[in-house]
């Protein structure tokens, strides 16, 4: 093959992302003489052609800078002409293959133009790690850092006012986020989508770790449903896919912890902080070795694979195993966790 590759990002950013696109177009340029374009924001590069070419000095620096150089979006390319619409600007840029590095919904996507016959390879990324196929994603390890550094210093605050804290994470519909930074920083309640946590059980988690003396911190995944609930807090509308844009279970629990506790209790969210800024140094490594697999699985065609990560290996894997369903916190991690609460 000896046209250009396309490189774009779609779905929520997640720092590594620029990672990614710096060891494709080094190891393309390098090993396999290949030139590049960049996509710019997702599918909606591809639909409206707003593409713009990436040479190797473009992403010079650029392992350890936050965002996407290419920006990002979440444009179903479905919605705007679906495969003819992507053939047809492919061609008019010389693109015989495309990189689409993004979520489940990029990558779902990414696998029914596949399926249609483009030449697309993913790559896996989310601060989330819902994804299945791949044991991380790169953005997790920085999201969970973020978070937990945070929750740290909430602490020493809460503490010095002995008062509880609610600290809301990002997720989705998953926990790994709250799961992981709960677990890291001690915290008195983890609740997650997964398990559906009583009012009552966190209250006397709360209660317990303030007998203690602990100023007790909550963690919540912005999924998290309390028993008896069937959807979780979705007050800012809708997302560009039409979606309920999660946010807002810390806000709505912490009044009912303080009623239920008589603790003076305060929320938190830590929202897009936990996506903004550099990665950490798992995720510029785990970022650069997708890339660089990236573009040896287009060479050697590898139409409809993601790359992942298996144990300490990179492989490839199909997209249709990638997203057929979320990979959620098992019930066993939940349970090692909970043995620490209270
Ligand atoms: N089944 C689908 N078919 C076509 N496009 C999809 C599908 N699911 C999601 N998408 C598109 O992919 C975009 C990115 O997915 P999203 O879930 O927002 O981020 P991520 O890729 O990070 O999971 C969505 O906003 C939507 O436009
Ligand atoms: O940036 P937005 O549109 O507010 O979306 C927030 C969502 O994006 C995420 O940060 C990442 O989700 P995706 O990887 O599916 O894009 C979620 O944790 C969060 O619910
Ligand atoms: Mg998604």
Request: aromatic share 4%; net charge negative.
């Amino acid at each position: 093959m000896s046209g250009s590759i396309g490189i774009l990002t779609s779905g929520g950013d997640c720092p590594g992302l620029n990672a990614v696109i710096r060891g494709a177009v080094i190891k393309g340029t390098r090993i396999y003489e290949r030139d590049f374009v960049g996509i710019r924001d997702g599918w909606r590069g591809l639909v409206e052609d707003d593409c713009i070419p990436l040479k190797r000095k473009r992403v010079r620096g650029l392992s350890g800078v936050g965002g996407t150089i290419l920006g990002t979006s979440r444009t179903n390319p479905y919605a705007g002409g679906g495969p003819d619409r992507v053939r047809e600007v492919m061609a008019r840029h010389g693109m015989d293959a495309i990189i689409a590095i993004g979520g489940e919904g990029t990558l779902t996507a990414a696998r029914r133009l596949a399926d249609e016959g483009i030449n697309v390879v993913g790559v896996p990324k989310t601060i989330d790690n819902d994804l299945s196929a791949t044991d991380y994603t790169f953005g997790f390890d920085t999201a969970t850092s973020i978070a937990t550094e945070s929750i740290d210093r909430l602490r020493t605050t809460a503490e010095a006012h002995h008062r509880c804290m609610v600290v809301e994470v990002m997720g989705r519909h998953v926990g790994w986020i709250a799961l992981h930074a709960g677990l890291a920083s001690g915290a008195h309640a983890i609740l997650i989508p997964e398990v559906p946590t009583s009012l009552d059980d966190v209250a006397h988690w709360v209660t317990e770790a303030k007998e203690r003396g602990r100023a007790p911190v909550v963690v919540a995944a912005e999924g998290a449903v309390l028993e008896g609930e069937d959807s979780p807090v979705a007050r800012h509308g809708l997302d560009a896919f039409g979606r309920p844009r999660l946010g807002g279970v810390a806000d709505r629990l912490a009044p009912m912890l303080e009623e239920a506790t008589g603790i003076e209790t305060r929320s938190m969210t830590l929202g897009h902080l936990q996506r903004g800024g550099s990665p950490t140094a798992y995720d510029r490594v785990l970022a650069t070795r997708f890339g660089t697999a990236a573009i040896d699985a287009v060479n050697a065609q590898k139409w409809g694979t993601m790359v992942a990560l298996n144990g300490i290996d990179i492989v490839e894997v199909d997209l249709h195993r990638a997203v057929t369903e979320l990979k959620t916190v098992p019930r066993s991690r939940y349970q090692e966790a909970a043995i620490l609460f209270g």
